[in-house]
């Protein structure tokens, strides 16, 4: 399996919601990404995780909150969001975190914050 | 702060024209540079990285230290070509530093 996957593909939730994103991969990859990105502009590193550790977080405000359960899953929570949070938010791995490694990215989950 | 340029945003070119999309960085070393395609309702995927100095679908990409850039090229644009393009170099700690993308869109 070479795919990132990423459920759901769209998810509509208001701003007292508790929801969650979840990614997968079966590649082997050691270094595992959140993005958010907004229509015509380039993904925005949110966190990184290395070995299933945080290694990166962007300064993202606490109504995200990641987790790396194992080395093949990567769930991102959302808790009380604002509207200026709809945004694709991508999920993305890659062998380990050596700056010449290709990242593989998922189809993005869809997300509308009402 | 390093820093990728893609100085244009539109590109609009008829199909069978020469294509260039522009792309320069700031790092003074050393660079991992890419350029990754985000076809429309498809996943951003990788389309070449200059270590690997391989053609593919007809582009290639040079890096050019003395210029600090990286265009990509290809002789002939075809229709399914249209797509966002990014510019992306690889940091250490796994950050990609990203350009602001450019749209092709190719005519028929």
């Known amino acids: 399996d070479t795919e990132v996957t990423q459920t759901p593909k769209h998810l509509v939730m208001g701003m007292t919601n508790k929801k969650s994103l979840k990614c997968e991969q079966h590649?082997?990859?050691?270094?595992m990404y959140w993005y958010k990105q907004k229509a015509k502009k380039p993904p925005e590193l949110m966190f990184v995780y290395s070995y299933e550790k945080l290694s990166i977080n962007e300064s993202v405000p606490s109504r995200f909150s990641p987790e790396c359960p194992n080395s093949s899953l990567l769930n991102l929570h959302l808790h009380a969001l604002q509207p200026e949070d709809s945004a694709l938010y991508l999920c993305?791995?890659?062998?380990?975190?050596?700056?010449?490694?290709?990242?593989?990215f998922g189809p993005g989950t869809r997300l509308t914050v009402l | 702060a390093q820093r990728v340029t893609q100085p244009e945003k539109l590109l609009s070119v008829f199909k069978g024209a020469p294509v260039e999309l522009k792309c320069n960085y700031s790092?003074?070393?050393?660079?991992?540079l890419f350029w990754y395609v985000q076809y429309s309702r498809q996943r951003l995927q990788l389309l070449l990285r200059h270590i690997s100095r391989e053609s593919i679908k007809g582009f290639t990409a040079d890096l050019n230290k003395g210029e600090t850039s990286f265009h990509l090229k290809k002789p002939f644009a075809q229709e399914e070509d249209s797509a966002m393009y990014y510019c992306a170099q690889g940091n250490q700690g796994g950050k990609l530093i990203f350009g602001q993308g450019t749209e092709l869109s190719v005519k028929p």
């Open positions: 993305a791995s890659s062998q380990d975190l050596r700056s010449y490694n290709e990242q593989f």
């Open positions: 590649m082997g990859h050691r270094a």
């Open positions: 790092y003074s070393g050393s660079p991992e």
